[in-house]
């Protein structure tokens, strides 16, 4: 499995403010994928956003946008505008190299709470 | 549309028991995938099925798990002669088909929580 580190286990944001979760991963493999998934309170994994390997651009998917250096081994999620609603733990994962990129390996998760 | 729903939502069980848990994924959803979340860390894959074959059980920790997709929808995760350690979130996941180099972005059920006592 590949190694994924994240090593904030919780964060506090004010409303309306932007945050930012480290992620770092490990891999001698050029090809994978970087996901970021939302999980609250209630325990379902929502996916957030995606980064390739090869993408020569930050993904972003609305608030969220990937920081991806690629270099660093580095892939933090940037949440900008925090709302009440983004209070959840937030998971960092890669895909494992081809043709096993089916499979995703997870870090430990950021507990993001988000102050009005 | 529907997600991908699981059942039950809570399991409580005693040690030595057999217990099944059920997902049912996302309608059209070819692939289908289990994890299993213990407390504080991320999820861990178990399995992965491409329509009605496990295409990779590499996950499972031994041979007290066993999960079945007989007709390439709902899905079966199957523990025998459970322990306390057992106990977890079990995630299952569906997407639309997997092909290699392509982004199939997973989507996650609810979980069921597990205990062992």
């Known amino acids: 499995a590949q190694k994924i580190t994240q090593t904030q286990p919780g964060m506090f944001v004010q409303e309306k403010e932007a945050v930012t979760l480290d992620c770092t991963y490990d891999t001698s493999d050029p090809s994978y994928g970087l996901f970021w998934y939302k999980q609250p309170s209630s325990g379902e994994m929502i996916f957030l956003i995606y980064?390739?390997?090869?993408?020569?651009q930050n993904a972003t998917e609305g608030r969220y946008s990937l920081n991806f250096q690629k270099a660093r081994k580095s892939a933090n999620l940037v949440i900008s505008a925090s709302q009440l609603g983004d209070s959840a733990m937030y998971f960092c994962a890669m895909s494992d190299p081809p043709p096993g990129d089916y499979k995703l390996s997870f870090g430990a998760g950021t507990t993001v709470t988000v102050r009005a | 549309g529907a997600g991908v729903s699981q059942t039950p939502s809570n399991k409580v069980t005693e040690k030595g028991k057999y217990v099944e848990l059920r997902c049912d994924p996302i309608s059209g959803h070819t692939a289908l995938y289990w994890y299993r979340q213990s407390l504080g860390q991320g999820p861990e894959f178990l399995i992965y099925?491409?329509?009605?074959?496990?295409?990779?059980d590499s996950g499972l920790p031994n041979d007290r798990f066993f999960a079945v997709r007989p007709e390439g929808s709902v899905s079966t995760l199957k523990i025998q002669r459970t322990e306390r350690g057992d106990s977890a979130v079990y995630l299952c996941?569906?997407?639309?088909?997997?092909?290699?180099?392509?982004?199939?972005?997973?989507?996650f059920g609810p979980g069921t929580r597990l205990t062992v006592l």
């Open positions: 980064q390739g390997s090869y993408d020569q």
């Open positions: 996941a569906s997407s639309l088909s997997f092909s290699g180099g392509t982004v199939d972005t997973q989507y």
């Open positions: 099925f491409q329509g009605t074959g496990a295409a990779d």
